[in-house]
């Protein structure tokens, strides 16, 4: 509880409670003492005693810049995330310029639909990776940042339909369409060849990330295993190594790529998200994308009746089952056989 008594023509408050530093401040008025007294103890029940009030010069952007250098170091971050930081740290299209005492729910809101022009699982990220700058500059630097107004705006934008969950697809292709696309790429691609086309559809690996930085090193011939490095998670990407089986023609193909450097797919994976798409079209192919052939192959180990759930998990990398239903599309028809 707070004590608040006059002095010498003034009013000192003063809050104490156990396990926090007391906390003294001497106002012109009794209204203002009390109104300070109230907030310190505020603070204290949400833990954020003794935070430092940034000025009115730091910005939103010198946090973003801060945890980048520092938090970085201990948990590097990936691609995605050290480009949204960055984006979001710009003076001009971004928050780096607004004032860490000045920031509020409309104005991340302002940033989300006019700045940055995105919505669904984009924007979620977005107010996640901010939402983490905010909770470090309170938590580990004692930075009095706003609270409170990443959660306002995700469930404004929410209320909005801005943040509906993105369409799940249900796309698989024929038999047919991978034929013909074995076909082109044979004729056609030296990136995404038949070899690595067909090992998408047996390993149910991520392409290109996961296959193309599959390493001669790291195959295990007897187990016909295999360590996927840094795995993709949407917790912990780096670091997170899993040792996966290989199944179905997997170590039948890998056997036919000559052993002549680091990798077992030397394939410059960048390029197939432009290729495919380039073959759907030459081949009039509709609505078919890279990322439906690691869908089929998950599709294909379920449908085959012979792996559990755990099993199929450590072949997909999930670690949700829930997760690994949204990609596991079954054909009514297929129950019959």
């Known amino acids: 509880m707070a004590s608040i008594i006059p002095l010498n023509g003034k009013w000192r408050a003063q809050v104490r409670r156990k396990g926090v530093p007391t906390q003294t401040k001497t106002f012109a008025t009794k209204a203002l003492t009390e109104a300070w007294a109230r907030q310190v103890e505020t603070d204290v029940e949400a833990g954020l005693a003794g935070l430092v009030s940034p000025s009115s010069k730091t910005t939103v952007g010198d946090l973003i810049k801060r945890y980048t250098e520092e938090v970085s170091k201990a948990k590097p971050f990936g691609k995605n995330k050290a480009w949204v930081l960055n984006r979001m740290a710009e003076r001009k299209a971004g928050l780096g310029a607004v004032a860490v005492n000045a920031l509020t729910a409309e104005r991340i809101i302002q940033y989300i639909v006019d700045d940055r022009r995105v919505k669904g699982v984009t924007a979620s990220i977005d107010l996640t990776y901010l939402g983490s700058v905010l909770k470090v500059a309170r938590s580990v630097w004692r930075i009095h940042s706003p609270r409170g107004v990443v959660d306002d705006a995700r469930d404004a934008l929410m209320h909005m339909g801005m943040l509906a969950r993105s369409n799940e697809r249900n796309r698989r292709p024929t038999q047919a369409e991978l034929d013909a696309l074995r ?155």
């Open 183 to 337: 076909a082109w790429f044979r004729l056609h691609s030296r990136s995404l060849t038949m070899d690595a086309f067909d090992f998408i559809l047996d390993s149910c690996f991520w392409p290109p990330s996961e296959i193309c930085r599959l390493r001669w090193a790291d195959l295990n011939r007897e187990d016909r295993t295999i360590l996927i490095r840094d795995r993709k998670d949407p917790k912990k990407k780096i670091g997170n190594h899993q040792r996966v089986p290989l199944l179905g023609r997997c170590m039948e193909i890998i056997d036919r790529q000559p052993q002549d450097g680091e990798f077992i797919f030397p394939l410059n994976g960048k390029s197939w998200s432009s290729v495919f798409p380039r073959a759907c079209q030459k081949l009039e192919i509709e609505d078919l994308q890279l990322y439906d052939l690691r869908h089929e192959a998950i599709s294909r180990l379920a449908e085959s009746g012979k792996y559990s759930i755990p099993e199929m998990m450590l072949v997909t990398g999930h670690r949700d089952p829930k997760q690994l239903m949204r990609y596991t599309q079954l054909r009514a028809v297929d129950l019959h056989r």
